[in-house]
């Protein structure tokens, strides 16, 4: 007998394929990424503690009729080819994922492809998952870019009269976006002090780390055509979770008058898991109130912000080496930015730029206001004038060459399952002396 198709966020509905309960990637999360187990890349989605091959169930016939073309959206070694296809077939595709994988559903079993298509995340290696066309760094926490302002403007007014009336952001560098996992060499660029009459060049002395979360768009409307912001969410293929590793130093030399450049982009750190929003829809909130209220084409009707748990864990090099744990320093949540995804989207658009399958729109990082919700070691030290000590005596005014980040990100409440983001990790390597 067939049975209509449960809503995929039912918080009651569970999988045959085994899964922690305390586990980011339950049935109603199914996120999208790029995986390989010594081969070529595969595009897959996460299940408990297993990889779902995409293209093993579409080369068997199992999307159809319901997610239509269901072989070429995974043909190519990316899943900008998905990401491209549309809102319609990105609900399609979750659903019939779901209907798949619910409890009491046969047909990968029957069709005999289980075993191959399902395969331990843990003996994969995960990449980056798209290949990154544009990428659009905001600034949209209140309390990081109030605390910045007082850190490089001191004596100043903090916000800059532009920031309550449109989301900032730059321009970033997608060549240097990478993968969880991925190691970041320590950058070199012009650094100058405040007791010296010029710069000089070398290392930056003040590496840095940026919570933050992004969102990956599908293709826009075309040339010319503003994106609507109630309908922002027909765009947003995904969020991820992003470190926008950035050196202070360098940054705070260049960015007058046209802001961040050499000290942003020589890497930033994506997380291989693709969440999308009908996951994270549960967990819309109300954001903070805006004053003034925005322009009209930035205005929303309804809760714009995501209740979103973000943690920053640090390890310097001795505690790696001992096999210590490392050290929570930063816990925080999305819902405390200013500006939306939905907003930035908005404004990114408004005079007419275009979007594209796979471009990459990062929040800027992500604090709220207690200092132990800071997103960056810029904040939580107050640049470097309040070391963090770790648990094996060493402090920390900013990040030292061996340090390993780690962050993470999840939604959870007593009454649904956890869904979560993974973790976005990398570790510090010595750059050139200059």
């Given at each position: 007998m067939n049975h209509p198709p449960r809503d995929p966020n039912d918080p009651v509905l569970r999988s045959w394929v085994p899964s922690s309960a305390s586990g980011d990637f339950p049935i109603q999360n199914l996120p999208y990424g790029l995986f390989r187990e010594g081969g070529p890349a595969h595009p897959g989605v996460a299940i408990g503690d297993f990889v779902l091959?995409?293209?093993?169930?579409?080369?068997?016939?199992?999307?159809?009729?319901?997610?239509?073309?269901?072989?070429?959206?995974?043909?190519?070694?990316?899943?900008?080819?998905?990401?491209?296809?549309?809102?319609?077939?990105?609900?399609?595709?979750?659903?019939?994922?779901?209907?798949?994988?619910a409890e009491g559903?046969?047909?990968?079993?029957?069709?005999?492809?289980?075993?191959?298509?399902?395969?331990?995340?843990?003996?994969?290696?995960?990449?980056?998952?798209l290949a990154i066309g544009d990428y659009v760094d905001f600034y949209s926490s209140l309390e990081h870019a109030t605390n910045l302002g007082k850190i490089l403007r001191p004596g100043s007014e903090p916000l800059l009269p532009n920031w309550r009336h449109l989301p900032v952001g730059y321009h970033g560098r997608s060549g240097t976006v990478v993968v969880s996992g991925t190691p970041v060499v320590r950058p070199a660029g012009q650094r100058k002090s405040p007791d010296v009459a010029a710069p000089d060049f070398g290392p930056s002395r003040m590496l840095d780390f940026e919570l933050e979360m992004g969102f990956v768009t599908g293709n826009g409307p075309g040339l010319g055509v503003p994106i609507a912001i109630e309908h922002a969410s027909d765009f947003i293929f995904g969020a991820v979770l992003v470190n926008d590793w950035s050196a202070r130093d360098i940054q705070a030399w260049e960015y007058q008058p046209l802001g961040p450049f050499l000290g942003k982009s020589f890497a930033t750190s994506i997380s291989p898991w693709i969440v999308s929003l009908?996951?994270?829809?549960?967990?819309?909130?109300?954001?903070?109130?805006?004053?003034?209220?925005?322009?009209?084409?930035?205005?929303?009707?309804?809760?714009?912000?995501?209740?979103?748990?973000?943690?920053?864990?640090?390890?310097?090099?001795?505690?790696?080496?001992?096999?210590?744990?490392p050290q929570r320093i930063s816990r925080g949540n999305m819902r405390s930015l200013?500006?939306?995804?939905?907003?930035?989207?908005?404004?990114?658009?408004?005079?007419?730029?275009?979007?594209?399958?796979g471009d990459l729109c990062a929040s800027?990082?992500?604090s709220g206001s207690d200092p132990s919700s800071y997103g960056s070691m810029i904040e939580l030290t107050w640049r470097g004038a309040q070391p963090l000590t770790l648990s094996d005596g060493s402090t920390r005014g900013f990040l030292e060459d061996g340090d390993r980040v780690t962050m993470r990100a999840f939604c959870e409440n007593?009454?649904?399952?956890?869904?979560?983001?993974?973790?976005?990790?990398?570790?510090?390597l010595a750059g050139g002396t200059g």
């Open positions: 091959d995409l293209r093993a169930l579409a080369a068997a016939g199992l999307f159809a009729p319901s997610v239509a073309n269901a072989p070429a959206l995974f043909a190519e070694p990316s899943l900008n080819a998905l990401a491209a296809s549309g809102r319609a077939t990105w609900r399609a595709l979750r659903a019939r994922l779901s209907e798949l994988l559903n046969r047909e990968l079993l029957e069709a005999g492809i289980a075993e191959r298509a399902l395969v331990r995340r843990d003996a994969v290696e995960m990449l980056l998952p009908e996951a994270l829809e549960p967990y819309r909130v109300r954001g903070p109130a805006q004053e003034p209220e925005p322009l009209e084409y930035l205005r929303e009707r309804e809760p714009r912000s995501l209740d979103v748990a973000l943690e920053v864990n640090l390890a310097s090099d001795g505690m790696v080496r001992s096999g210590a744990p200013y500006w939306s995804m939905a907003q930035q989207l908005a404004h990114l658009t408004s005079n007419g730029a275009t979007i594209r399958a800027g990082t992500i007593d009454a649904r399952p956890r869904i979560g983001f993974g973790e976005v990790s990398g570790t510090v």
